[in-house]
């Protein structure tokens, strides 16, 4: 379970997005500085306990008006290798010291516990609580052979990342396990992760209902935040699909 540390930060971790924010694609930003708020997010745990798993919403109030975004974010007690481009600054920690933090979309132990996720293999954990399940974070599967084969997939390697205005899009390698259910299925040979950044409240039907299908898409995983009119929006944070190769 993650573990939370009450401690200090220098700098922060929203003084390190204030920084880094305006350099990504996908930022709505004017030539203002970042307003930045925390919003919302939830934890995953690394399997390891080597990593540190945060997947942040922000919500940016700098311009007319406010923007969220979805943050995944890795802390690391050393630099990745390889990930130089996904490295979003360093900061002491009061307690662990010097941690390296990363664009999550870079780092493969957040793309593998995101798969996880989509699988219900990972559970995820409260922002600010340890030993404690968020509950608001929802993900769903389809129906479809495709989507029944997805549960026995496991990431290996690295991930192709490319960022654009609409987001972050992953492309995760995989390999298939013995399936539990004795099921045949179908898996693609790659799956493609959608990172969705720009944040937008899904119709209230969405927001009530555990389940939510994007058209295209084998699965979703959908959570909260507060918005600026202090009510709690749910939206979509990612998709998953069959890779096109």
């Known amino acids: 379970m993650a573990v939370i540390h009450n ?3 220098r700098p922060t971790k929203l003084e390190l997005l204030t920084t880094w924010l305006p350099s990504r694609p996908w930022y709505r930003g004017t030539d203002r500085e970042p307003q930045l708020a925390r919003v919302g997010g939830f934890r995953l745990d690394d399997p390891q306990g080597e990593v540190g798993i945060e997947c942040l919403v922000v919500t940016d ?10 943050v995944p974010l890795t802390y690391r007690g050393a630099p990745l290798d390889g990930a130089e481009q996904g490295l979003v600054g360093t900061l002491e920690h009061g307690i662990l010291g010097r ?22 293999r990972a559970e995820p954990q409260a922002q600010n609580a340890s030993d404690a399940r968020d509950e608001s974070v929802h993900h769903h599967l389809g129906e479809g052979a495709e989507a029944v084969a997805i549960g026995s997939l496991r990431m290996v390697g690295a991930a192709t990342v490319v960022s654009g205005p609409g987001g972050t899009d992953l492309t995760l390698n ?4 013995a399936a539990t259910d004795g099921r045949p299925g179908h898996a693609p040979a790659a799956l493609a992760l959608h990172i969705r950044r720009v944040l937008e409240p899904l119709a209230q039907e969405g927001v009530t209902g ?3 299908a994007v058209p295209e898409s084998l699965g979703s995983l959908t959570g909260v935040w507060q ?5 709690e929006a749910r939206g979509l944070f990612a998709t998953l699909g069959a890779a096109d190769r």
Do not use: C, K, N
């Not at 990363?102 to 989509?118: K, M, Q």
């Not at 918005?227 to 009510?231: C, E, I, K, L, V």
């Open 99 to 120: 941690r390296w933090i990363y664009d999550g979309a870079h780092d493969p132990v957040l793309a593998a516990e995101l798969l996880a996720l989509f699988q219900g």
């Open 210 to 212: 555990r389940a939510v």
């Open 7 to 9: 401690t200090t930060l």
């Open 61 to 70: 109030r700098s311009g007319d008006a406010p923007v969220s975004y979805f």
């Open 174 to 177: 995989t390999t298939t396990e």
């Open 227 to 231: 918005s600026a009119d202090g009510t």
